[in-house]
């Protein structure tokens, strides 16, 4: 894995929302990037990034624009766009801040779907500064996509699929946690990264979802399944999942459990979010037994749940853990609080088998 050097973040007043999902898994960490602060807008200048985000102190301070930013840091070489807008289009005013950014001589590394080296004028004000332009959800070229093969049942590594109920739920975060719970006990598990954070996060192996042809998506899942296999020699082999099975502005998951075949998964939810995407007219977010159900239909086990809390008390999530554990006998994890251990005994079984 290559590393970039330092790095803000760019979020434009989205901070506190899910839209900046990118950058809260930035603030909770990555190793191509040091991340030594975050552009958010007067409301949150100076205030630390990571206790915004989940109490934990992080020293990431948090500037009103980006002049206060760069005379406050050092050595910054990248503007990292934080956000997911609507659509995946810049409005104006970030347009504006990333032209300032690359006159002060930074580089843009940009997860959206709208492209900066498709625009002319981005284009000439990088080359006459001497930056870069990172578009990292292009779609890749013909020639270096793959068709799926049948290689994925040479993988003999377990392979475990994060994957949520919803969107925004935490899956790449819960994964990541699991990762590094699991390196901690001496497993060599890996992450297979499948949106453009996960490669900001510093994934070596993954591509990312929502820019591959449908064609490819299988054969790249698979590609990067073997790859990670093969390079790693890993123990076990996470996947960061994308959407939810039953999200229907965007239903995802089949892909992992067929394509990748993981047969084990560990599911993601929020009891308090009651619609997709919180979103009434899209629907009820169906029941976890049923989603549980679902899923083993399709071949796979679920192994474990995680817990997102929002909007709940803490008396109300270890309520909720409880009635889980309870009703599942599976293990129930509060990756934020508690963090992911008690998955570890299931998967140090699952490498004995």
């Given amino acids: 894995m290559a590393y970039f050097g330092n790095a803000i973040v760019f979020t434009n007043g989205f901070l506190q929302t899910n839209n900046a999902k990118t950058a809260h898994g930035l603030i909770r960490g990555t190793e191509r990037f040091t991340i030594v602060g975050v552009v958010d807008g007067e409301n949150t200048a100076g205030k630390d990034a990571g206790e915004m985000l989940d109490g934990q102190y992080r020293s990431i301070p948090v500037f009103e624009d980006l002049t206060a930013a760069l005379a406050e840091t050092a050595n910054v070489k990248y503007l990292i766009i934080g956000v997911a807008t609507a659509g995946g289009i ?78 925004a739920l935490g899956k790449r975060t819960t994964a990541r946690l ?36 449908n064609d490819f998506v299988s054969g790249e899942l698979e590609n990067a399944i073997v790859s990670c296999w093969k390079g790693t020699v890993a123990d076990v082999i996470l996947l960061e999942g994308q959407s939810s099975l039953r999200n229907p502005s965007g239903p995802c998951g089949l892909e992992f459990l067929i394509s990748g075949n993981a047969k084990q998964v560990v599911l993601v939810h929020a ?21 549980i159900d679902l899923i083993q239909k399709l071949g796979s086990k679920v192994i474990a749940l995680a817990l997102n809390t929002e909007g709940c008390t803490a008396a109300e999530y270890m309520a909720f853990k409880a009635q889980y554990e309870q009703e599942l006998n599976i293990p129930v994890l509060l990756p934020i609080q508690e963090g992911v251990d008690n998955i570890i005994p299931s998967i140090k079984n699952l490498i004995r088998t």
């Fill in 90 to 167: 810049l409005p104006p005013d970030m347009l504006e801040t990333i032209k300032y950014a690359m006159q002060k001589g930074l580089s843009i590394v940009n997860g959206l779907h709208e492209y900066l080296t498709d625009k002319p004028e981005m284009m000439a004000i990088a080359a006459g500064n001497n930056v870069e332009l990172l578009d990292i959800r292009k779609p890749k070229q013909r020639k270096d996509l793959h068709f799926w093969t049948g290689e994925i049942h040479d993988v003999t590594a377990p392979i475990i699929a994060v994957m949520g109920m919803d969107c």
């Fill in 271 to 291: 009891p308090k979010r009651k619609y997709f995407d919180d979103e009434p007219h899209w629907g009820e977010i169906p029941s976890v037994t049923s989603e």
């Fill in 178 to 213: 699991i990762k590094q719970a699991c390196q901690a006990e001496g497993i060599n598990a890996q992450l297979v990264y499948t949106g453009q954070t996960g490669w900001l996060q510093g994934g070596e192996y993954g591509f990312i979802f929502d820019s591959t042809l």
